[in-house]
């Protein structure tokens, strides 16, 4: 089946511009998650999604990032006033409860943005 | 979240065993271990996970000592395509995950 897909594939934007990444993930996993990954550093979760209770916001960076998920599916992480340190990949990942009572988190493609 | 420590890098041959090794010694008794590998320019991809038994699936077996304090992935049979940076991660079933800096495994052919 499809998986976890993420637009746009490549983002540029100015320094200040608001920017907008959605994620459209598995059908029927409850669980969405964001992480940014920075040029050689290793993955940072920002924010979780799980079905209608209130996001995990505990990883947002700054008051700048914010997420919504529509409906239980599609997820979209707006930053606004982008800074260049806000440059990275942002991966997007959704789970369902597997067996053993564990997530296994599957992982889309990313966005890599670029603040210039 | 509990501390993990993995080797920076280990390097094998093609078509041998790998054994990575990760200690977290701070494990809580609720955590699970998952592992999570990502390939060059590609998103992780899960491995394989365990609570408390030693655990089997097509990919890896993972190993997990008595106390929990540390585990080992095993690749039983690496290829060229099992290059990747592996994250040992401790946590709770549906938690994001705390990526460390993970173990660098090289293949040599």
């Known amino acids: 089946g499809a998986g976890v897909s993420q637009s746009p594939s490549n983002k540029v934007t100015e320094k200040g511009k608001d920017v907008e990444l959605r994620c459209d993930p598995i059908?029927?996993?409850?669980?969405l998650y964001w992480y940014r990954q920075s040029l050689g550093q290793g993955l940072e979760f920002l924010i979780y999604?799980?079905?209608?209770?209130?996001?995990?916001k505990s990883g947002l960076p700054s008051d700048r990032f914010s997420a919504e998920r529509t409906g239980g599916s599609v997820s979209t992480l707006t930053i606004q006033r982008t800074q260049q340190e806000d440059s990275a990949v942002y991966l997007c990942a959704s789970s369902a409860l597997g067996t053993g009572g564990s997530y296994e988190q599957y992982f889309g493609p990313g966005t890599r943005l670029t603040v210039t | 979240d509990a501390k993990t420590t993995q080797p920076n890098s280990m390097e094998s041959n093609e078509e041998e065993p790998v054994h990575l090794p990760c200690n977290h010694s701070?494990?809580?008794?609720?955590?699970?271990i998952h592992w999570y590998r990502q390939l060059p320019s590609q998103g992780p991809e899960y491995v394989i996970h365990g609570l408390t038994s030693n655990v089997n699936n097509r990919m890896a077996s993972l190993a997990i000592a008595e106390d929990r304090k540390s585990s080992t992935l095993i690749l039983h049979r690496a290829t060229l395509r099992d290059a990747a940076v592996y994250y040992c991660i401790p946590g709770g079933g549906a938690d994001g995950l705390t990526f460390g800096k993970g173990t660098h495994l090289i293949i040599q052919p």
């Open positions: 999604f799980q079905g209608n209770s209130a996001p995990d």
């Open positions: 059908s029927g996993h409850t669980a």
């Open positions: 701070t494990i809580s008794g609720t955590d699970y």
